[in-house]
Nanobody
Framework: QVQLVESGGGSVQDGGSLRLSCAASGNMRGRSCMNWFRQAPGKEREGVAAIDSGGSTSYSDSVKGRFTISKDSVKNILYLQMNSLKHEDTGMYYC?????????????????WGQGTQVTVSS
């Protein structure tokens, strides 16, 4: 079993920044890929950033150049640095664990999820 706990969400204005964290525990062995997803009200969940065990990253086009995914493999913490936030970035952000490779902001497979942290960007 894998437990994922997100933190760092909040309310900011357009152009602001936030850093999300995801603390992972449990049997992370073999979970070669970590992923950030988001879901806006009334919309489907979408992948925004992913990182594999070798540190290769991928991003959705909507966040490329503004968001940065990183991880501390010793502490088992996943991060998402979000800069130049826009109103359309508003949503619940989830981290997920699974398997690579990554592409377009997704891991190939994700099978563990956190409960999410809310990000609200006001214009």
């Amino acid at each position: 079993q894998v437990q994922l706990v997100e933190s760092g969400g909040g309310s900011v204005q357009d152009g602001g920044s936030l850093r999300l964290s995801c603390a992972a525990s449990g049997n992370m062995r073999g979970r070669s890929c970590m992923n950030w997803f988001r879901q806006a009200p009334g919309k489907e969940r979408e992948g925004v950033a992913a990182i594999d065990s070798g540190g290769s990253t991928s991003y959705s086009d909507s966040v490329k150049g503004r968001f940065t995914i990183s991880k501390d493999s010793v502490k088992n913490i996943l991060y998402l640095q979000m800069n130049s936030l826009k109103h359309e970035d508003t949503g619940m952000y989830y981290c997920a664990a699974g398997y690579g490779p990554t592409g377009g902001g997704y891991c190939s497979t994700t099978n563990y999820w956190g409960q999410g942290t809310q990000v609200t960007v006001s214009s």
